[in-house]
């Protein structure tokens, strides 16, 4: 399997402009997870989702973040107007539900790294 | 007060050395606690996973969970340069818990 697959790897904008993330996950995995990282904040979770429905969102910072999973094989983080405190990497990761006392691993893609000026 | 704290670092070592890297939590109700690894311009992957109090050792490394304390660490032997990295600890209470704690990450490097 090629991993967590995220597009694009870099993206430079200018503040208003609407970004979208994208990210394939593992073949397989049921649940999906954006994260966002920062030098200040270190990796927060934003949104995760389980068979394309979103679960929690409460780590989404602010109404100009959405995200949606239109199947289990492709998700999109969107910022609707960007602004230059949006700068981070943003990783997108996949899981499989555990089975007994099977592990909860999170795996992750190589992340998108944003610079809103 | 966050609820995992990591020191930053950076720590620099000589090829060789151990490396011992640590977290402290407030949350007597984690029971699960991993190590993640992550290279410099790469997504964080899993190094270790223990379950409640107790060491835990995958070849060069050696988990420590110590609950009372609420205290984990990470130990690397005969370290490399290819252990060059951030190290990210992350917890949980239930072994399903998708919405795991991480802490800040501390940023080793081992010099040749």
């Known amino acids: 399997d090629a991993g967590v697959i995220q597009s694009p790897r870099h993206e430079v904008t200018e503040m208003g402009q609407e970004v979208t993330l994208r990210c394939k996950p593992i073949s397989g995995h049921d649940y999906l997870f954006w994260y966002r990282q920062t030098m200040m904040r270190g990796l927060e979770l934003l949104i995760y989702?389980?068979?394309?429905?979103?679960?929690?969102d409460s780590g989404m910072p602010e109404d100009r973040f959405s995200a949606k999973m239109p199947n289990a094989s492709f998700s999109t983080l969107k910022i609707q107007p960007s602004e230059p405190r949006d700068s981070a990497v943003y990783f997108c990761a996949s899981s499989l539900r555990p089975l007994g006392v099977a592990k909860n691993i999170q795996y992750f893609g190589a992340g998108t790294r944003l610079s809103v000026l | 007060q966050k609820e995992v704290e990591q020191d930053p670092g950076p720590l620099s070592v000589p090829e060789g050395a151990i490396v011992s890297l640590n977290c402290t939590y407030s949350?007597?109700?984690?029971?699960?606690f991993m190590w993640y690894r992550q290279y410099s311009r790469k997504g964080p992957e899993l190094l270790m996973y223990t379950y409640s109090s107790g060491n835990k050792e995958d070849g060069r490394f050696t988990a420590q969970v110590d609950k009372s304390s609420k205290y984990i660490s990470l130990f690397i032997r005969d370290s490399q340069p290819s252990d060059s990295a951030t190290y990210l600890c992350?917890?949980?209470?239930?072994?399903?818990?998708?919405?795991?704690?991480f802490g800040a990450g501390t940023t080793v490097t081992v010099r040749a």
């Open positions: 989702f389980n068979n394309n429905v979103p679960i929690d």
């Open positions: 949350n007597s109700a984690f029971q699960y």
């Open positions: 992350a917890m949980s209470v239930r072994s399903n818990d998708y919405k795991l704690s």
